[in-house]
């Protein structure tokens, strides 16, 4: 048996398992097992809350036990330990000035279309004011050339740790 394979794994996937086999029985008449049904579901959602918890509490271990190695493989598996930056209270105005003054520059010239600016401004800050964006999407701001390190605040995020399980395996 390797590492990953440990008995509490096991028992895991076999209570897993085994509320997947009862579950169709309680399906069967939902009326009658209705009170059941939400019980079920109180319970299934406080086991998703202490199952994040582990899964946490397991995933810093295992970024800290990969030592200085990024990726570390063994028979059938191999993982891979990830860093992400925390990014919020993103600067909209800012942003949406950027964008939009983008769109409305000449590229040869440097030149900007005033008018069809203030317009374009008014029209992002209806639409940034109606949906509640909560984020910018990073890759595509640069590759837009924008710079957006002044309209964010960042910090370093959780490391985590993708595991994958070899097909062949």
Not at 40 to 48: C, N, T, V, W
Not at 78 to 102: F, I, N, P, Q
């Amino acid at each position: 048996m390797n590492g990953y394979n440990t008995d509490s794994g096991y028992r895991l996937a076999a209570a897993i398992d085994a509320l997947n086999a009862d579950l169709p029985a309680v399906l069967d008449d939902i009326a009658a097992n209705q009170p059941r049904l939400c019980e079920l579901l109180h319970a299934i959602r406080e086991q998703r809350i202490r199952l994040a918890e582990l899964e946490a509490t397991v995933e810093a271990k295992a970024a800290r036990s990969m030592g200085p190695a990024d990726r570390i493989e063994w028979p059938g598996y191999y993982a891979e330990r990830k860093g992400g930056m925390v990014r919020k209270h993103w600067d909209h105005k800012l942003l949406a000035a950027k964008v939009t003054e983008r769109n409305y520059t000449d590229p040869d010239t440097g030149e900007i279309d005033v008018a069809s600016e203030e317009v374009a401004q008014d029209v992002v800050s209806e639409l940034l004011r109606a949906a509640a964006i909560s984020y910018w999407r990073t890759t595509v701001l640069r590759s837009m050339g924008i710079d957006y390190d002044d309209a964010v605040e960042t910090e370093r995020g959780r490391r985590t740790v993708h595991v994958t399980k070899d097909s062949a395996a």
